[in-house]
C-alpha cells in the first residue's frame, strides 16, 4: 500500500504570502496525484489533478508540481479564502485500485 | 450543475446495519465510475469504495471489505452503501463523489453515520 506523508502539519501564514505545501508517496506514483481544499462544515474541493493541471475554476495562484515520489502544491499569494485544510490523494492501479489520501496540511492565518 | 446529495446517515449502535443512499443530477450518471469516502470527526479523509459505470466492478479498502458492499442503481441516477456490522470506527461523515479519471470531483456535502450504544 502507497503512504503519503504531509508537510509541514499546519502552515500559519498572513494574507498575501506564498503557501508551499509537500506531499510525500512511500514509492512513485507517477504523476497520479491530486490535491483537495476543505473548508470548515464543506466537502473537499479537486483542486490539482495529475499533479500539475489545475481544476475547472481554480485560480491561477493554486499550482503544482512534482513527479514520482515528491509533490507541492503552491499556493501563490494567500486570499482569505485559501485558509483551509489541503489534502493530496493518490491513485494505485495495482490490482485491485486503491485509492489514499495524505493526513492534510492546515493553512491557518498567522 | 452536478449534484451529489446522500442521505441515510443516522445513530446506529455496534453491530447495526445502515444503507446510505447519494442521489446524483446534472450529469449522465451512467457513464461514472462512483466513490464513497469517509471522515471521522475532527479526522482526515479515507477512501471506502469505488464501483464501475456499470456496476460490474467494486473495489473496497480493507478497513470495511467483507462488510460493506456498495452498489448503484442507474435507472434512478443512484448510489448505494450498505453497510452491516458497524464499529465504533466506522463512525464519520460519509461522502460520494463522483469519478473524473484517477480523481474525486464533484463530492456530496455528507452524510453522518454514528456508531454508539
Known amino acids: 500500500e502507497i503512504v503519503l506523508t504531509q508537510s509541514p502539519a499546519t502552515l500559519s501564514l498572513s494574507p498575501g504570502e506564498r503557501a508551499t505545501l509537500s506531499c510525500r508517496a512511500s514509492q512513485s506514483v507517477s504523476s497520479y496525484l491530486a490535491w483537495y481544499q476543505q473548508k470548515p462544515g464543506q466537502a473537499p474541493r479537486l483542486l490539482i489533478y495529475d499533479a500539475s493541471n489545475r481544476a475547472t475554476g481554480i485560480p491561477a495562484r493554486f499550482s503544482g508540481s512534482g513527479s514520482g515520489t515528491d509533490f507541492t502544491l503552491t499556493i501563490s499569494s494567500l486570499e482569505p479564502e485559501d485558509f483551509a485544510v489541503y489534502y493530496c490523494?493518490?491513485?494505485?492501479?495495482?490490482?485491485?485500485?486503491?485509492?489514499?489520501f495524505g493526513p492534510g496540511t492546515k493553512v491557518d492565518i498567522k | 450543475e452536478v449534484q451529489l446529495v446522500e442521505s441515510g446517515g443516522v445513530v446506529v449502535q455496534p453491530g447495526g446495519s445502515l444503507r446510505l443512499s447519494c442521489a446524483a443530477s446534472g450529469f449522465t450518471f451512467e457513464d461514472y465510475a462512483m466513490h464513497w469516502v469517509r471522515q471521522p470527526p475532527g479526522k482526515g479523509l479515507e477512501w471506502v469504495s469505488l464501483?464501475?459505470?456499470?456496476?460490474?466492478?467494486?473495489y473496497y479498502a480493507d478497513s470495511v471489505k467483507g462488510r460493506f458492499t456498495i452498489s448503484r442503481d442507474n435507472s434512478k441516477n443512484s448510489l448505494y452503501l450498505q453497510m452491516n456490522n458497524l464499529r465504533a470506527e466506522d463512525t464519520a461523515l460519509y461522502y460520494c463523489a463522483k469519478a473524473t479519471n484517477n480523481w474525486l470531483d464533484p463530492w456530496g456535502q455528507g452524510t453522518l453515520v454514528t456508531v454508539s450504544s
Open positions: 490523494q493518490q491513485r494505485s492501479n495495482w490490482p485491485p485500485p486503491s485509492f489514499t
Open positions: 464501483i464501475s459505470w456499470d456496476g460490474g466492478s467494486t
